[in-house]
């Protein structure tokens, strides 16, 4: 994908969503997604590359992103801070942030 | 793999590679838009930053600060405890410049002029399409005026914006007498970093425990009690500073002597012998001068998805200057800049901006050297109420930790990293 064009790769886009209307309002969506996901960096790094002993979240499988959030959710650990975070999403938001990080770069 | 699933991967990688659907005109409206960021703060560089890569660097920023480096408040406090160099807490704008490309002035911007869309700085005008204001914090000095002259300043430091008054108030407490008295005032709420005052109080009692065990920490406290991690705070001062740290509630300064370094508040004298007065506090200078302020003419009011001033609409306000009902945090300020930078492009290229931002905020205080608690909270915008709402989960630590003081350093090098890297 990179080293594509702007023009190019609008295109593209344009061709799979069949629509400017689809394009706007899955932009929407994406747009709350990305800062929802931009927010988690402060812990977990620019784009979920994290610096340092936080774990990373780019790369990570849709899959383990959700059953360890879900977890994270129902424990009995009130006190644990990604409980506290977890239980502040919804589990659509969660689903979306799943699919995000798990197609960002992983850290190499 | 189905149609919708492989649409919101490629919508994934688009957005997560920095992507951006733009049309040619579109393009062309990001290339030719000048925005211009005053403040290089957490807001402030993380705006800068975020504009950049999320308009795949076609979007020119200038982001101007008077400050030479970047140095980090969170994490100070242990400066002053002796457990960590200024050094380790001063990190460089010049990655923001040769990575992201960001224009990075070293200027003090003296006005803005909204009119001709100008920021006027000491070597001339600087003028912009977009202006983004993050100037932190000032300090009100009108109830206790004596702390407001420069030999005062040296005297008395805040050290509420770390850097120099940090290292001169760490030496103070290191040349502190046998014996001594090391004063904390507090502000009213609202405050820059409500859980501050009370992680420096931690910082200063473990660095007399071990250099001057017959030194003491007053804290004369204007609000009612402990704003902040209160009940952990308690039991860490009852528990590990027994007969180290005195806490006044209530006693808000009524007049100071400097040079004696006697402080009265309503009911009671005070003879202390390092003063660290942390004054009341309001938005920025600059975002006061430029009329951003609300009725109450201390903080100012912004639209929480655009966070465009609500006094002057085409001045976005980010960061501590503020009037977000939220806790003045760098997290905070972190997160409002890319819910800005975010809407900021949305707008650009016709897009509608996310119509209810959500964000989290984590804040870490150290106890000692070691251990840290947290605060964790998520945020959502209120379209009704108009603004940002607690929702729900959200917590404190149990106790204090070693396990946490390791999680409290990585926050700070990963937002530190997020922020200027």
Known sequence: MTGMGIATRLWTLVLLLGATQTMAQASTTDLHVRVLAASCAACHGTNGVSVASTPSLAGMPSTQFRSRMMAFRASKTDADVMTQHARGLTAEEIDRLAVYFSALPAPR | ?421
């Open chain 2, 1 to 421: 793999m189905k149609r919708r699933e492989f649409i919101n991967t490629l919508g994934a990688a688009w957005l997560g590679a920095g992507a951006w659907p733009l049309s040619v005109s579109a393009a062309r409206n990001v290339r030719q838009a000048r925005v211009v960021i005053v403040g290089a703060g957490f807001a402030g560089a993380t705006a800068a930053k975020y504009l950049r890569m999320w308009s795949e660097y076609q979007l020119p920023v200038t982001l101007i600060e008077q400050n030479a480096q970047f140095v980090s408040c969170p994490t100070s406090n242990l400066v002053l405890g002796g457990s960590v160099q200024l050094s380790a807490i001063t990190r460089s704008y010049e990655n923001l410049i040769r990575k992201h490309g960001v224009t990075v002035r070293r200027e003090t911007v003296l006005a803005i002029d909204p009119d001709r869309k100008q920021v006027r700085t000491a070597t001339g005008p600087v003028s912009y399409d977009y202006l983004i204001m993050a100037p932190g914090i000032s300090f009100d000095y009108s109830q206790l005026p004596m702390t407001q002259t420069d030999a005062a300043k040296a005297r008395v430091p805040h050290a509420w914006k770390a850097g120099a008054q940090t290292q001169a108030l760490a030496r103070q407490l290191q040349h502190m007498r046998k014996g001594g008295v090391f004063a904390i005032t507090v502000p009213p709420l609202p405050y820059r970093c409500p859980p501050g005052p009370y992680e420096r109080a931690c910082q200063v009692a473990w660095y007399l425990k071990q250099h001057n065990p017959t030194g003491k920490v007053l804290v004369l406290d204007a609000n009612p009690g402990i704003t902040s991690k209160r009940a952990l705070f308690e039991r860490n001062w009852a528990e590990h500073y027994a007969g180290l740290i005195d806490y006044q509630p209530g006693s808000e300064l009524s007049a100071i002597d400097v040079d004696s370094g006697t402080v009265r508040t309503v009911f009671d004298t005070w003879k202390t012998d390092v003063l660290n007065v942390i004054p009341p506090q309001a938005a920025g200078r600059l975002a006061l001068d430029t009329g951003l302020s609300n009725s109450e003419g201390r903080w100012c009011d912004v639209d929480f998805v655009t966070y465009e001033s609500r006094n002057v609409p085409a001045i976005h306000l980010l960061g501590d200057s503020v009037d977000s009902g939220l806790p003045k945090s760098a997290h905070i300020a972190n997160s409002q800049a890319k819910v800005c930078a975010s809407s900021m492009i949305a707008r650009l290229v016709g897009v509608q901006p996310d119509p209810l931002p959500v964000f989290a905020n984590t804040c870490y205080s150290y106890v000692d050297d070691m251990s840290a608690m947290h605060v964790a909270n998520v945020y959502r915008y209120d379209p009704e109420k108009k603004e940002m709402v607690s929702a729900q989960g959200g917590g404190l630590s149990a106790y204090p930790s070693a396990k946490e003081g390791a999680d409290a350093r990585s926050w700070a090098k990963n937002i530190w990293s997020d922020t200027l890297d």
